[in-house]
């Protein structure tokens, strides 16, 4: 897809294209999710009912039985897509300014990190007549993935399905399905055999 001039900063977030996110309209969906994620972060887990109301506002969508233990981050919220069965442990932080799509049956270790955004390598194209410049790649995680403790995975990754992730592992490269991989950057062990 190119480049359209007519294209507004929030669809350039959604499309990959650089983009300026002090733009008025993303500002305004930022602090809209703040308001739900400090809503959500003063839940007890004594009132399920209320913290999957407010997930079901802040995400795209959400499935069955998910647990989200407070507390949880994230940027926009309306950019996460989350299945079945699926446990995040505490301080996870999502920056969605991409998609970012979970499978079902997957669980999240303590301080998860999702990144979407990022900015050029190349000093001159981060900053553009003194505003900051971000581009975003979306995240996708397919179905029954343990993600360990403080991994995080890095913008534009795939995982597939059936794929366990050593704690402390930094995911910078698309996961094949059935892998066990760790490290920083991670690297494939072995390869899981399902019957």
Same mark, same amino acid.
Request: proline share 5%; with cysteine; glycine share 8%.
């Given at each position: 897809?190119?480049?359209? /001039?007519?294209?507004?900063?929030?669809?350039?977030? $959604? %499309? @990959?294209?650089?983009?300026?996110?002090?733009? %008025?309209? &993303?500002r305004k969906l930022f602090f809209l999710c703040r308001d739900k =994620?400090?809503?959500?972060?003063?839940?007890?887990? %004594?009132?399920?009912?209320?913290?999957?109301?407010?997930?079901?506002? $802040?995400?795209?969508?959400? @499935?069955?039985?998910?647990?989200?233990?407070?507390?949880?981050?994230?940027?926009? @919220?309306?950019?996460?897509?989350? @299945?079945?069965?699926?446990?995040?442990?505490?301080?996870? *932080?999502?920056?969605?300014?991409?998609? &970012?799509?979970?499978?079902?049956?997957?669980?999240?270790?303590?301080?998860?990190?999702?990144?979407?955004?990022?900015?050029?390598?190349? !000093?001159?194209?981060?900053?553009?007549?003194?505003? =900051?410049v971000d581009i975003a790649k979306p995240v996708n995680i397919g179905?029954? *993935?343990? &993600?360990?403790?403080? *991994?995080?995975? $890095? !913008?534009?990754?795939?995982?597939?399905?059936?794929?366990?992730?050593?704690?402390?592992?930094?995911?910078?490269?698309?996961?094949?399905?059935?892998? =066990?991989?760790?490290?920083? !950057?991670?690297?494939? $062990?072995? /390869? &899981?055999?399902? %019957?």
């Amino acid at each position: 897809m190119k480049l359209n /001039k007519k294209m507004t900063e929030k669809e350039k977030m $959604l %499309k @990959g294209f650089p983009y300026d996110a002090s733009d %008025k309209e &993303i500002r305004k969906l930022f602090f809209l999710c703040r308001d739900k =994620i400090e809503k959500y972060n003063k839940t007890s887990y %004594k009132q399920p009912k209320l913290r999957e109301k407010i997930l079901r506002k $802040l995400f795209n969508s959400v @499935g069955e039985n998910i647990y989200i233990e407070p507390f949880f981050y994230c940027d926009y @919220g309306m950019n996460i897509s989350v @299945g079945n069965n699926v446990y995040l442990n505490t301080n996870c *932080v999502f920056l969605d300014c991409a998609e &970012i799509k979970i499978g079902n049956k997957v669980l999240f270790g303590p301080g998860v990190h999702i990144y979407t955004a990022y900015h050029s390598t190349n !000093p001159k194209e981060r900053f553009v007549n003194n505003k =900051i410049v971000d581009i975003a790649k979306p995240v996708n995680i397919g179905n029954n *993935v343990w &993600i360990g403790g403080n *991994v995080t995975i $890095l !913008p534009g990754v795939t995982i597939g399905n059936n794929v366990t992730i050593g704690a402390g592992s930094v995911v910078t490269k698309n996961v094949p399905a059935n892998s =066990i991989i760790a490290g920083n !950057p991670a690297k494939a $062990l072995k /390869k &899981i055999k399902i %019957k």
